[in-house]
């Protein structure tokens, strides 16, 4: 049972830090693609 319990915790963990991993690259992802509009746009 503990053994059960450790498991599952430790799955936990994985998927919110997975969670957090998939976060920071869409964050990044919306940094460059607004990074990449400001340039669209301030072109002549």
């Known amino acids: 049972m503990d053994l059960q319990r450790q498991t599952i915790k ?3 963990n994985s998927k919110n830090l997975c969670k957090d991993i998939l976060k920071q690259k869409l964050f990044h ?3 460059f ?3 990449e509009n400001v340039f669209l746009f301030s072109l002549p």
């Open 29 to 31: 992802l919306f940094d």
């Open 10 to 12: 430790t799955l936990l």
């Open 33 to 35: 693609l607004e990074v």
